[in-house]
């Protein structure tokens, strides 16, 4: 590595310990020497510090987290609680991993696909989920569990996370904007859920459509511009379908991984509390 | 007479030396907490296996089979959101048009609506109304019973949006004891009958129920209320 300017310290260095270390001889002299020129090519002393570091860390660091070093008692059995956040990031990522391939195969369109029973009221949407994924491609029944207990996972590890910091206070200084970040998630992982429910274009999913249609419709002055943005219109159809497969496949997961980052980042940076 | 080792022993620690005088130049901030890495990153790496394992077990042998496909003309018994989202239709469902004396000042839907707003109102504020140190629930009895009122009513309005479940099982749920003491004519804004009564009743008994536990658990710890805040001076100073 070229170092630029200035005298390098490891050339200061090596003048003082050869020269405040009393006479050494012509051999040891050779052996620091060589040392130096090693040193300087393979940074030894970064391998030194790294090692240090991680015997530190194994043999003191580990054990002794915050609540030990001041005599606290930690409650070790509520440690589950503080991983819930992480359950919610690694349910988000199977249903992500999952979803990308139930997408491959999913129609999102209410046209007629007539099936023995069901007749005219077969769409290609319910179609594709009930025959093409759950009894034609191979595994894509599993597929559709894994996906489906994704996301229950997912919201319940979300509503559990959210009681954990409620009841330890850890919306309080300097966590609060991490607080706020974190409703917003809530929010966001609640949408994915609702918009996914619609998709199958089920008779759930139709009359959920249909609660979640009037609500829009019921607000005054933004009511029919936000069922128009959400639902594309003031009755459910084919823009319904549309916008649902479009804000599940891409808008919410997309602006949901975006917000997870910066939620952990901050966390990253503030430390998580401690149960004592 | 230096060995080799100590002169190579007193060059590596003047090195170090002089990169710590370098680093020390820049301010260093406390890091309170936890620290992600490497603590919290050891204990959610076991959280990957365990959920790994799970999911895989739940999803091959919980199946979860597709409804029927859906039909515009004919509207099911009971319609239903996924189980998360069911408070929300339960505030729907127990909101009514608002009267004052027999007149009609806002609909009931749309009272619905503001109030899934309340509800996240309810928590956006948690940060402003919660002060002090505190972070136990048994050093902030009040905090802690907010909390409860609001997970008890999430459940008893999820109870709410199956209300016709209820009823069928329960006739005396469906009871209107204030529509009958002619009380409606007044000032109404909720459903009056007693399941949705109960729905209201419940969390807040629950609320007052875990303020005096609290409070009780605090006097035979310490003997004494309000010590959290002499505690909290110097234990939490550290946090
Ligand atoms: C998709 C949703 C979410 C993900 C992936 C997530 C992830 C995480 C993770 C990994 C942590 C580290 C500590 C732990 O796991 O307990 C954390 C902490 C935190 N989360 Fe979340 N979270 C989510 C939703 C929420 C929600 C809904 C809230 C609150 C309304 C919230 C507020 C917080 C706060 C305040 C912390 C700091 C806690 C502490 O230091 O003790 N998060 N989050």
């Known amino acids: 590595m070229a170092k630029q300017g200035g005298p390098r310290p490891g050339a200061r260095a090596y003048d003082t310990a050869r020269t405040g270390k009393g006479q050494a001889t012509g051999m040891q002299k050779m052996n620091l020497r060589l040392w130096a020129w090693l040193e300087d090519r393979f940074l030894f002393r970064q391998f030194r510090r790294h090692y240090q570091e991680f015997m530190l860390r194994i043999n003191m660091q580990m054990p002794v987290s915050h609540t030990e070093r001041y005599n606290l008692r930690v409650i070790w059995y509520w440690y589950p609680l503080y991983t819930l956040g992480s359950l919610a990031l690694l349910s988000f990522v199977t249903a992500t991993i999952s979803g990308i391939l139930l997408a491959l195969y999913y129609v999102p369109s209410i046209a007629v696909r007539t099936l023995p029973p069901y007749g005219e009221l077969s769409t290609e949407a319910w179609y594709s989920v009930a025959v093409t994924i759950t009894q034609e491609i191979p595994f894509g029944f599993m597929l559709r569990q894994l996906h489906f207990w994704s996301a229950m996972i997912m919201v319940a590890a979300v509503v559990l996370h959210t009681v954990r910091i409620y009841m330890t206070q850890s919306y309080k200084k300097p966590r609060e904007v991490n607080y706020f970040v974190g409703i917003l998630l809530l929010v966001l992982t609640l949408g994915l859920g609702y918009t996914g429910y619609l998709l199958p274009w089920s008779q759930l999913s139709f009359w959920a459509g249909r609660i979640g249609l009037e609500m829009a419709l019921a607000t005054p002055l933004v009511g029919e511009w936000a069922a128009a943005l959400v639902f594309g219109g003031s009755a459910l159809g084919q823009e319904t379908l549309t916008r649902m497969h479009v804000l599940h496949v891409f808008v919410l997961p997309v602006i949901t991984f975006g917000v997870m980052v910066m939620h952990i980042m901050i966390v990253w940076i503030q430390g998580v509390t401690e149960p004592h | ?239």
């Open chain 2, 1 to 239: 007479m230096a060995t080799t080792k100590e002169l190579i022993q007193a060059y590596m620690d003047e090195v170090d030396r002089l990169e710590e005088e370098a680093r020390a130049k820049k301010r260093f901030r406390a890091v309170e907490g936890f620290p992600y890495w490497p603590h919290q990153f050891m204990r959610d790496s076991i959280l990957v296996l365990v959920f790994l394992a799970a999911l895989g077990y739940i999803s091959a042998f919980i199946p979860y089979y597709l409804e029927t496909p859906a039909n515009p003309s004919g509207q099911p018994l009971i319609i239903l959101p996924d189980w998360y989202l069911l408070w929300s239709y339960g505030l729907l469902k127990i909101a009514v048009d608002v009267t004052i004396f027999g007149t009609v000042i806002m609909e009931g839907k749309l009272l619905g609506v503001l109030l899934n707003g309340v509800v996240v109102g309810f928590m956006v504020i948690v940060p402003f109304i919660a002060r002090g140190a505190a972070r136990r629930p048994v050093e902030a009895p009040a905090m802690a019973g907010y909390g409860v009122f609001g997970m008890l009513l999430g459940i008893t309005l999820s109870i709410y949006s199956v209300n016709n479940v209820f009823y069928q099982q329960w006739g005396i749920l469906a009871q209107d004891y204030y529509v009958q003491a002619g009380l409606n004519e007044i000032f109404y804004i909720l459903q009056t009958d007693l399941l949705s009564i109960l729905s209201l009743v419940v969390p807040i008994l629950g609320a007052f129920v875990t303020y005096y536990f609290l409070k009780w658990r605090q006097n035979i710890t310490t003997g004494q209320t309000g010590y959290e805040n002499k505690l909290s001076a110097s234990y939490y100073k550290i946090r």
